[in-house]
């Protein structure tokens, strides 16, 4: 069971605007920075999202992040079929003093 | 451009040993922490322990005591000594390099990963 949680599932057809929620606590997201990562099926993952909303060069603007609490969002806009990939939000630990993942999100495009 | 390619992946027994290895070139390699996550078959990324660009580590519990990271500024070279081996280990092994000199979560190069398999 993951320190972050995360839907396992989300899906939408192309163009349609998709969010994946990553929960978490007051010892991560609560107090620290988020990040993101795009896992397409048989490759590396990649980072998406750093520091809760910077996109490294890159990345889309269809692909956005923010921070609210102890839960933070990655949306993607104008969804495109090759979105189709496992999504990762991640966040260093001050109570395990480290960093963990969440358990991932399958985003499926219609 | 930065490249990191992993090495000393296998199959080995139930309380065997391997050591990993990824040579790191592209970047000044002590400025920034490195890690390695794994990922089982078929399941989510797991971070298993990283070390800043000056040495303290991080070991997630199940791997405390059995799995040894280390670094060598002089060689670019990130090293996993992985000991008393078990089938719930067996994965993917990903190396990977932080944005900032200690790790706070922020890995913007991976490398393509080296295959464990514990197994008798």
């Known amino acids: 069971q993951s320190v972050l949680t995360q839907p396992p599932s989300a899906s939408g057809t192309p163009g349609q605007r998709v969010t994946i929620s990553c929960s978490g606590s007051s010892s991560n997201i609560g107090s620290n920075f988020v990040y993101w990562y795009q896992q397409v099926p048989g490759t590396a993952p990649k980072l998406l999202i750093y520091r809760n909303d910077q996109r490294p060069s890159g990345v889309p603007d269809r692909f956005s992040g923010s921070k609210s609490g102890t839960s933070a969002s990655l949306a993607i806009s104008g969804l495109r079929s090759e979105d189709e990939a496992d999504y990762y939000c991640a966040a260093w630990d001050d109570s395990l003093s480290g960093p963990v993942f969440g358990g991932g999100t399958k985003l499926t495009v219609l | 451009e930065v490249q990191l390619l992993e090495s000393g992946g296998g199959l080995v027994q139930p309380g065997g040993s391997l050591r990993l290895s990824c040579a790191a070139s592209?970047?000044?390699?002590?400025?920034?922490?490195m890690s390695w996550v794994r990922q089982a078959p078929g399941k989510g990324l797991e971070w298993i322990s990283a070390?800043?660009?000056?040495?303290?580590?991080y070991y997630v519990d199940s791997v405390k005591g059995r799995f040894t990271i280390s670094r060598d500024n002089s060689k670019n070279t990130l090293s996993l000594q992985m000991n008393r081996l078990r089938a719930e280990d067996t994965a993917l092994y990903y190396c990977?390099?932080?944005?900032?000199?200690?790790?706070?979560?922020?890995?913007?190069?991976w490398g393509q990963g080296t295959l464990v398999t514990v197994s008798s």
């Open positions: 070390i800043s660009g000056g040495g303290p580590t």
């Open positions: 592209g970047f000044t390699f002590s400025a920034y922490a």
């Open positions: 990977a390099k932080s944005m900032d000199y200690y790790e706070s979560g922020s890995l913007d190069n």
